[in-house]
Structure formats: structure tokens, C-alpha cells
């Protein structure tokens, strides 16, 4: 079955480091993947998706590429905050399915 | 106004009781879904309805029944609670297109704990 695969957190960061946050992903078809964060004690909150190969997906400085080739669609910023501190899931939906799968998620932590 | 509510936020009650968690969405979307978090923070699908008609179940233990009175309500009802239902549970909601995968929005969730 289709399956999303994440890094481990948590991921430790300074202000304004750079961040990669890994993804690959194994499903039959064409998915869309998406992004989604979880700040603190709340709901998950759409952060960037991409629909077809090559897509990039970008939000709140955050980017992410939809690479076919590579099963990939790693989480990029350039500059972190403190405020960027949260779990940020890695997410696919197939063709034909409406179900979203998940990673298991990776905590960022940044400190000022 | 928000898009996709949940009620209520907190949830704690003791093993074997029954409960039921609301969700509401006013983005009039036609789909529905329930998702699991556990402790460790994985998030998996339980229930799906589109235009209040099952379209997924993910094995889900016959005591967990889902109830779609109208297409902008999906609630849950939990039979003979158990330690092992205690988890956060989110409701999302979507459009549905054909072939296409419309982005779901997600509920603040409920924190269930059974004790």
C-alpha cells in the first residue's frame, strides 16, 4: 500500500539556520502531496502541496518540490523562527482515494 | 467563523462508558473523513463519507460508529470506551473532485482520555 516515510526528529535548529525536513514516498499512480504543521496543543493546519511532478508547493517561506524521480518532496526554509517550532507532517492522497496517509511526523525545535 | 469545529476539545471518562465526539464544517464540503493520532503523534484515517454515504472504513473496531445526519456533520460515537482509545481525534472535511485530491482541513481535534 501507499506509504510516506520522515525523517526522525525532533530536529534542533538555531534562529535563522536553514532547514531540510526529508520525505519519500511510495505509491502506485500519480498522488498530490502535502505538507501539514501542528503548532503546540492544536489541529493540524495546511502548510504547502503539490499536485504533479516538478510542482512546487510554497507557504510562509517554506518550499517543497515535487520530484518524481526521487519519490521525494523534502520541506525547505531558508531562515527558521522560534515560531516555526512544531511537528510538520509529510502527506500523500492517491488517485481514486480520498484518504490521506501520513508520515509519523517530525518535531522542529527552534531556539533563539 | 471557523471551517471544520469539533466539540468537545477534552474528553475524560472512564473505561467501558460510551461517548460521541461532533464535528461540523461550514466550508460546504461534501466529504468528511475522522483520523487518529496516537501518542506518538501518528495520524491515521478511520472513516470517510461523501454526501453522507460510507466510502471508507480502515478496520476499525465495530464499537467506533460513525453518524452523518446531513453532509456538514460527521460524528462519532464510541462504544464501551477502552484504555485504548484514548488518543486525539481529528475530523477534516474536502471537496470532492473526480480524480482530482482536494485538500482536506482539518478540526482543532478532541483529546479523549479513558482512565
Known amino acids: 500500500g501507499d506509504s510516506v516515510t520522515q525523517m526522525e526528529g525532533p530536529v534542533t535548529l538555531s534562529e535563522e539556520a536553514f532547514l531540510t525536513i526529508n520525505c519519500t514516498y511510495t505509491a502506485t499512480g500519480y498522488p498530490s502531496l502535502f505538507w501539514y504543521v501542528q503548532y503546540p496543543g492544536e489541529g493540524l493546519q495546511l502548510l504547502l502541496k503539490a499536485t504533479k511532478a516538478d510542482d512546487k508547493g510554497s507557504n510562509k517561506g517554506f518550499e517543497a518540490t515535487y520530484r518524481k524521480e526521487t519519490t521525494s518532496f523534502h520541506l525547505e526554509k531558508g531562515s527558521v523562527q522560534v515560531s516555526d517550532s512544531a511537528v510538520y507532517f509529510c502527506?500523500?492522497?492517491?488517485?481514486?482515494?480520498?484518504?490521506?496517509?501520513f508520515g509519523t511526523g517530525t518535531r522542529l525545535l527552534v531556539s533563539p | 467563523d471557523t471551517a471544520v469545529s469539533q466539540t468537545p476539545k477534552y474528553l475524560v471518562t472512564q473505561m467501558g462508558n460510551d461517548k460521541s465526539i461532533k464535528c461540523e464544517q461550514n466550508l460546504g464540503h461534501d466529504t468528511m473523513y475522522w483520523y487518529k493520532q496516537d501518542s506518538k503523534k501518528f495520524l491515521k484515517i478511520m472513516f470517510s463519507y461523501n454526501n453522507k454515504e460510507l466510502i471508507i472504513n480502515e478496520t476499525v473496531p465495530n464499537r467506533f460508529s460513525p453518524k452523518s445526519p446531513d453532509k456538514a456533520h460527521l460524528n462519532l460515537h464510541i462504544n464501551s470506551l477502552e484504555l485504548g482509545d484514548s488518543a486525539v481525534y481529528f475530523c477534516?472535511?474536502?471537496?470532492?473532485?473526480?480524480?482530482?485530491?482536494?485538500?482536506?482541513?482539518f478540526g482543532p481535534g478532541t483529546r479523549l482520555l479513558v482512565l
Open positions: 502527506a500523500l492522497v492517491n488517485t481514486g482515494f480520498q484518504k490521506l496517509v
Open positions: 477534516a472535511s474536502s471537496q470532492e473532485s473526480r480524480g482530482v485530491q482536494e485538500t482536506q482541513y
